[in-house]
């Protein structure tokens, strides 16, 4: 059997749905399908209708890093974009969604790929930062309560959670990437990378204070809203936990689901974190109730959003359409 980076990346997929089925056995089917009967729908509506609002607020945060690069970017297109790219995303491995919203921005408005790809990554520093912080936080709440912290885990704790900042300065951008196409594997091409890092460092030059403080606060209120809409998942299933509480095992819980072996949307590992974390709460909770708690949040915020995204794409920018058919093909190409 030959393994290609394909075969290797569908077998930790795998293994992410098949600890699912593992865990959904382990708990008991009867005992979730008691749950599901009981299930108020009126709290899974007003969770479905908070993704508008929360994945919006993340699109106008795209729509201005846009515009701050002198990138003529409206509001609509980046909603419809932003949406659709979700779509993608949850359709296919390997997160191709935020790739493509780079290439869209190529096509669009005309500019480099490392251009338009600073923007995304820009975007996405910030909502990975705010889920580093707050899931650190989790883990040390749930997973380390009632221990004394060693230095050690505490100085890496502190290291992970600053090491995103270094994406947002210019300055230490240009002197890290300067020392990497220093390297000798990398001489016959330092010409090339050095265009696109000058390309992408000038994206990041544009992240003054005010449009950090702008962006740090257009993220904290989406991510409320997120919170509320795992709140109104737990409300449908008749159960409730402090809102500091779920705050922290919700981040926690959406990090690590960033793993490798976690298939598209974090089937599996979302749901073994927050069986551990439910079980460490005021009152604990059933294995059951852990894992209907997972699978309503996938089913409120990724199969809700992704119909969204669905509609959103219709509609979607014609760049868009084409930057998908580009990275997909692509994509292709590189894993066979």
Known sequence: MKFTRKTVIRIFHWLGIL?????????????????????????????????????????????????????????????????????????????????????????????????????????????????????????????????????????????????????????????????????????????????????????????????LVISVALTITAYFIFFVQCLCCAYSLGFTLPFRDLVMMMAASNFISLVPISPPNGLGTREACLTYFLSRTTPPQVPATAISFGLTIFLVLFVGGGLIGWVCWIYAPMGMRTAAKEVTEKRKLTTE
Request: aromatic share 12%; charged share 15%.
């Open 19 to 211: 600890m699912l089925i593992g865990l959904i056995w382990w708990a008991g089917p009867g005992e979730m399908i008691k749950l599901i009967r009981k299930l108020d729908p009126w709290w899974l509506l007003v969770g479905f209708l908070l993704n508008i609002p929360q994945i919006g607020l993340k699109a106008y945060r795209w729509h201005l890093m846009v515009n701050w690069q002198g990138m003529r970017f409206t509001y609509p297109q980046a909603f419809l974009s932003y949406f659709g790219s979700l779509l993608i995303g949850f359709i296919t491995p390997g997160r191709l969604g935020e790739m493509i919203k780079a290439v869209t921005l190529r096509n669009e408005c005309k500019v480099p790929m490392a251009r338009g790809l600073s923007s995304v990554i820009l975007d996405r520093v910030f909502d990975m930062y705010l889920l580093l912080t707050l899931g650190s936080l989790g883990i040390i709440r749930f997973a380390v309560v009632g221990t004394r912290l060693s230095w050690p885990a505490f100085t890496a704790t502190c290291v992970l959670m600053f090491l995103p900042l270094a994406f947002l300065n210019e300055r230490i951008f240009r002197k890290a990437t300067g020392v990497m196409i220093s390297l000798p594997a990398l001489k016959g091409k330092s010409d090339w990378l050095r265009e696109q890092i000058d390309h992408f460092a000038s994206g990041l030059a544009v992240l003054t204070p005010r449009h």
